[in-house]
């Protein structure tokens, strides 16, 4: 009987310790987690490369407001840059292997990143849209500055300055939601007065050099010019180096869209440039911060957040220069 006994505490032991073992096992094959507990939350978030001064500047602002959650929240992220659609498709492709819980992506082409963005979608994957919108419903959420609302202001501004008659040139930027819906918008506006006319209208890409070298072609080819309505404050600063370069004194004005530095430090002191409307790089907070929240679970208050394309012309220029911008 003793011996009976103690074969029956053998065979307890070695279950209790088999137990034992099962759960621990368990316990290393779930998610990864914090000190906490809690299962960590990771934003992935694709850009394009900083490729003028508005998006080096967004690109700081989007890794400061990131940074920032991390500190305050413990959520981790992942940057990537892109200089062109491939490349940038090839990055989502990475975030959504690596299990991000959320994207936050600036298409570079609105038209080329849609399947992208359409991509994660299907990955179950919420998407958070910034600046230029995709051709699909694959957004969560929608952040943006006002694009039409930029054309339309700067178009009822050439009318007003200009009293409804002149040559128009216009620069514009490369195929996306934000061309099309800023040449839209200001064309809308100028149809109005039949005495507007746009004489050229041509790409420079976002970029002040490239927007340098298409100014000084249209120079040449147009002896007579009234005023430039650039879709960019950065292109707009490479428009005002080839007029000066030209020495042109027939164009009257020139006007941007953003709020560069450069370009309010030329209306400060009286330039060739003197509106822009504002488009400010650090919308992409929001979109890292909404981000943020529907990772955790939280619904976003709306599906399209729209910023203001608020006019700035010498009479209020000062309460928005910022010496020490970046942009």
């Known amino acids: 009987m003793k011996k009976l006994w103690l074969i029956l505490l053998s065979l307890i032991t070695v279950f209790g310790l088999a137990a034992c073992g099962s759960d621990t096992e368990s316990g290393g094959e779930t998610g990864s987690t914090d000190e906490g507990g809690d299962e960590k939350v990771t934003i992935g978030i694709s850009l394009p490369s900083a490729t003028h001064g508005w998006m080096g500047a967004l690109i700081d602002s989007a890794e400061k407001q990131a940074m920032a959650l991390k500190e305050s929240d413990g959520i981790e992220y992942v940057m990537t840059n892109a200089a062109d659609p491939n490349k940038q498709a090839n990055d989502v492709d990475d975030l959504i292997a690596q299990g991000v819980d959320v994207i936050v992506m600036l298409p570079i082409e609105s038209a080329?990143?849609?399947?992208?963005?359409?991509?994660?979608?299907?990955?179950?994957?919420?998407?958070?849209?910034?600046?230029?919108e995709l051709e699909n419903d694959a957004a969560t959420v929608v952040v943006k500055g006002d694009n039409e609302g930029i054309g339309v202001n700067a178009g009822k501004y050439f009318v007003?300055?200009?009293?409804?008659?002149?040559?128009?040139?216009?620069?514009?930027?490369?195929?996306?939601?934000?061309?099309?819906?800023?040449?839209?918008?200001?064309?809308e506006a100028v149809e109005g007065a039949p005495g507007m006319e746009i004489i050229a209208s041509q790409s420079g890409d976002f970029s002040t050099e490239k927007s340098l070298e298409v100014m000084?072609?249209?120079?040449?080819?147009?002896?007579?010019?009234?005023?430039?309505?650039t879709q960019d404050d950065g292109m707009a600063l490479g428009v005002l180096q080839a007029i000066k370069e030209a020495g042109r004194t027939d164009i009257q004005f020139v006007t941007g869209a953003g709020g560069a530095k450069g370009v309010?430090?030329?209306?400060?002191?009286?330039?060739?440039?003197?509106?822009?409307?504002?488009?400010?790089?650090?919308?992409?907070?929001?979109?890292?911060?909404?981000?943020?929240?529907?990772?955790?679970?939280?619904?976003?208050?709306?599906?399209?957040?729209?910023?203001?394309?608020?006019?700035?012309?010498?009479?209020?220029?000062?309460?928005?220069?910022?010496?020490?911008?970046?942009?």
């Open 160 to 187: 007003e300055q200009l009293n409804g008659e002149g040559k128009i040139v216009e620069i514009s930027g490369p195929p996306s939601s934000v061309t099309e819906q800023r040449g839209a918008g200001f064309k």
């Open 264 to 327: 309010f430090e030329d209306i400060q002191n009286d330039g060739l440039m003197k509106a822009t409307f504002l488009y400010s790089p650090t919308m992409v907070e929001d979109a890292v911060t909404i981000a943020a929240g529907i990772a955790q679970g939280e619904d976003p208050a709306e599906a399209m957040v729209v910023k203001e394309a608020t006019q700035v012309t010498k009479e209020n220029v000062e309460e928005y220069y910022d010496p020490e911008s970046k942009f």
């Open 216 to 229: 000084q072609n249209i120079l040449q080819a147009n002896p007579e010019i009234d005023a430039v309505f």
């Open 112 to 132: 080329a990143l849609t399947p992208v963005g359409q991509k994660i979608k299907d990955a179950g994957i919420p998407l958070v849209i910034v600046d230029r």
